[in-house]
Nanobody, 121 residues
């Protein structure tokens, strides 16, 4: 089983910055792609950014130029640096990761419990 724990959320004024962290622990051989998702009240969960195990990244249009996703494979961790935050960035942010138990085994997908980000105007 894999546990994903997010941290770094909070309340920030518009224009400010936050850095989210996701720590993976448990029984797994390696992590594959890792992503940040968010869900605002009354809206569907959406992917904000994804990073492969090799470091390739992709961002939602709303995040391009403001957010930076990164990972530290040695620490089994992922980060999301969020700058120039806007009130519309307010949401619960979730860590998502693919992990496999053994070399060559199938990847399974896991979710964290989320961290609240609130941006005031």
């Amino acid at each position: 089983q894999v546990q994903l724990v997010e941290s770094g959320g909070g309340l920030v004024q518009a224009g400010g910055s936050l850095r989210l962290s996701c720590a993976a622990s448990g029984s797994f051989f390696s992590l594959g792609a890792m992503s940040w998702y968010r869900q605002a009240p009354g809206k569907q969960r959406e992917r904000v950014a994804v990073i492969t195990s090799g470091g390739n990244t992709n961002y939602a249009e709303s995040a391009k130029g403001r957010f930076t996703i990164s990972r530290d494979n040695a620490k089994n961790a992922m980060y999301l640096q969020m700058n120039s935050l806007k009130p519309e960035d307010t949401a619960v942010y979730y860590c998502n990761a693919d992990a496999r138990r053994n070399y060559g085994s199938t990847y399974h997908n896991y979710w964290g419990q989320g961290t609240q980000v609130t941006v005031s105007s």
